[in-house]
């Protein structure tokens, strides 16, 4: 419907702005426009670039005072403020993708303002002297002609652009509001599906797992100490457990999304465990109550742990076994699991495995990275 296409109307309205503002420009200024508008991207790409490097090399000396600051810290009761800042130091030395990616929030701008100033200073040192030239009558009408054509290049890279921010936005928050006014626009539903999904779905599927392998566990111990206070009153009997997770969600769906969310949170992925398996061939069996004490298992864990507390929400759940993406090109081993939705009629797959990589929750591409070959 067009009076919920917000995001077409929108690009309709960049691309007629930015072409009735090249005509009103002439040719000549929008052209060195769209240089400007360029050379800022390769500014802020460059200043990406320097940033990180900039944290990398950092990030040990950050440490080492994040360390002799919370070693020094001050003994019995501290101010609210004063005990939250040595907690985030904790984090700062314990964790380094926390660190860098804190370390980059603060050197980028930095990079960005010098960059700028530097290119600022060659621009004006090299600038020769400009002499005015006036505008042709007879040339006027080309002039502006050629003027919009540049602006309507200029308002199709910044219409991609919005795009691109709302596929990423979407990708991390696909049940917002956002979400459903980009998916109504049959614009950004063509540009998803032929541009960006076939781009980032590759690197997603080559890179989803080989990230989360890297850094799952930095990222759930950083929720685990986040949450800690919050589980503390969640009573130790799974399905009490289950029901006061699931108390705020209205339909089937919902619970079971609180429940993914919940058992992909608060259960930290067992390497260990996978490396005996793979290296000596030791296979430690448990129980769903064995992963809900430790809070450590590997995918059959987890969907073994989400189905038993699903199931004491009141959900039709289900445990699938098949393979999946490993990360190389391949395939190995895997387990995930199904929720059914009867105000929809069908069967809904989630991996809380992957939960901490991304939302794979109800995902349209789950079959590309999923193949199913059993239910338990």
Avoid at 149 to 157: F, K, M, Q, S, T
Avoid at 175 to 189: C, H, L
Avoid at 262 to 290: A, F, L
């Amino acid at each position: 419907m067009l009076s919920t296409d917000i995001v077409t109307i929108l690009l309709l309205a960049v691309l007629a702005l930015s072409a009735l503002r090249g005509a009103l420009m002439g040719t000549r200024r929008t052209a060195a426009g769209l240089g400007t508008m360029f050379g800022r991207l390769l500014l802020r790409l460059l200043g990406v670039l320097a940033a990180l490097l900039l944290a990398g090399w950092t990030s040990p000396y950050v440490q080492d005072w994040a360390d002799r600051t919370v070693l020094a810290m001050p003994a019995g009761e501290l101010p609210r403020w004063t005990e939250a800042g040595y907690t985030l130091l904790g984090f700062v030395s314990d964790f380094p993708l926390l660190r860098i990616a804190l370390l980059f929030l603060l050197i980028y701008p930095v990079c960005l303002t010098a960059l700028s100033l530097l290119g600022r200073w060659r621009s004006s040192a090299a600038e020769p002297a400009k002499k005015k030239s006036k505008r042709r009558r007879s040339n006027a009408a080309l002039d502006r002609l050629g003027g919009a054509g540049l602006g309507l290049v200029a308002g199709i890279w910044r219409s991609l652009l919005l795009l691109a921010l709302l596929f990423v936005f979407v990708s991390l928050r696909p049940d917002s509001p956002v979400g459903r006014y980009a998916e109504a626009s049959p614009a950004y539903r063509y540009t998803a599906q032929n541009v960006f999904a076939p781009a980032a779905g590759d690197w997603l599927r080559s890179r989803l797992p080989v990230l989360t392998e890297a850094a799952s566990s930095e990222l759930e111990n950083i929720i685990r100490q986040k949450y800690d206070v919050i589980d503390r009153d969640i009573p130790a009997d799974i399905g009490q457990a289950a029901k006061k997770v699931t108390q705020d969600g209205g339909t089937d769906i919902d619970k079971a999304k609180l429940l993914y969310r919940w058992v992909g949170t608060r259960i930290q992925y067992d390497y260990d465990k996978v490396s005996d398996y793979e290296n000596k061939g030791i296979w430690h069996e448990q129980t769903p109550r064995d992963t809900y004490d430790t809070r450590r298992g590997v995918c059959i864990d987890y969907a073994r742990l989400y189905a038993v507390m699903a199931r004491s929400a009141g959900l039709q759940v289900r445990v699938v076994t098949g393979l999946g993406a490993d990360g190389k090109g391949g395939y190995g081993s895997h387990a995930w699991n199904e929720v059914y939705a009867p105000e929809e009629d069908r069967w809904i797959s989630l991996d809380p495995t992957w939960a901490a990589g991304g939302d794979w929750f109800d995902r349209d591409d789950f079959a590309d990275t999923h193949i199913k070959q059993s239910v338990l």
